[in-house]
């Protein structure tokens, strides 16, 4: 079982009933709000140190179709370019940048209505632990805005990221 600190637990239980509420408002289910293609606005870590894991301005996009299959990808803005201009032959410090500065990852998700939650079967990922593994992640919309809560990312701590549905 996983155990938070009173702040993470209040913050996900809010952001739950937010969420709650703001479907209630809205015609469409949970599930149709969340399908469709989305951008990155932020991703930030309230852990002992709060960070902005993929700095200030991260790039990223979601997918998630009607079908149950989705997509993320988020890149550092701002990742240096490889010297040699392949990406077969970057040095250690290129590599480093590159990997630190990424995160990628596919597969099939589920969502729960009730507690507007999203459960992602990761397939693969650019970050070879998360293959196989079943996540589970709080959201809630807000306008053309969604915003999830991962309660245990790879890195430690509470990750916030927030998207902006695509036009």
Same mark, same amino acid.
């Given at each position: 079982?996983?155990?938070?600190?009173?702040?993470?637990?209040?913050?996900?239980?809010?952001?739950?009933?937010?969420?709650?509420?703001?479907?209630?408002? +809205?015609? $469409?289910?949970?599930?149709? $709000?969340?399908?469709?293609?989305?951008?990155?606005?932020? &991703?930030?870590?309230?852990?002992?140190?709060?960070?902005?894991?993929?700095?200030?301005?991260?790039?990223?996009?979601?997918?998630?179709?009607?079908?149950?299959?989705? @997509?993320?990808?988020?890149?550092?803005?701002?990742?240096?370019?490889?010297?040699?201009?392949?990406?077969? #032959?970057?040095?250690?410090?290129?590599?480093?940048?590159? &990997?630190?500065?990424?995160?990628?990852?596919?597969?099939?998700?589920?969502?729960?209505?009730?507690? @507007?939650?999203?459960?992602?079967?990761?397939?693969?990922?650019?970050?070879?632990?998360?293959?196989?593994?079943?996540?589970?992640? &709080?959201?809630?919309? +807000?306008?053309?805005?969604?915003? &999830?809560?991962?309660?245990?990312? @790879?890195?430690?701590?509470?990750?916030? $990221?927030?998207? #902006?549905?695509?036009?």
């Amino acid at each position: 079982m996983l155990m938070f600190a009173t702040p993470v637990v209040a913050s996900v239980l809010g952001l739950a009933a937010v969420g709650l509420f703001a479907g209630a408002a +809205n015609a $469409q289910s949970v599930q149709q $709000q969340a399908v469709g293609t989305w951008t990155l606005v932020s &991703v930030t870590v309230d852990g002992p140190i709060k960070a902005e894991p993929y700095g200030p301005n991260p790039h990223g996009i979601m997918f998630l179709d009607a079908g149950g299959r989705f @997509s993320v990808s988020i890149v550092r803005a701002g990742v240096p370019k490889f010297a040699s201009d392949n990406r077969t #032959k970057g040095t250690d410090a290129e590599n480093t940048a590159a &990997v630190h500065g990424s995160l990628a990852y596919f597969g099939s998700y589920t969502i729960s209505e009730p507690g @507007s939650s999203i459960t992602v079967k990761i397939e693969a990922s650019n970050y070879p632990n998360f293959g196989g593994e079943t996540q589970q992640r &709080v959201f809630a919309f +807000n306008g053309d805005e969604m915003t &999830v809560l991962n309660p245990a990312p @790879s890195g430690g701590g509470v990750a916030k $990221q927030v998207w #902006k549905r695509a036009k």
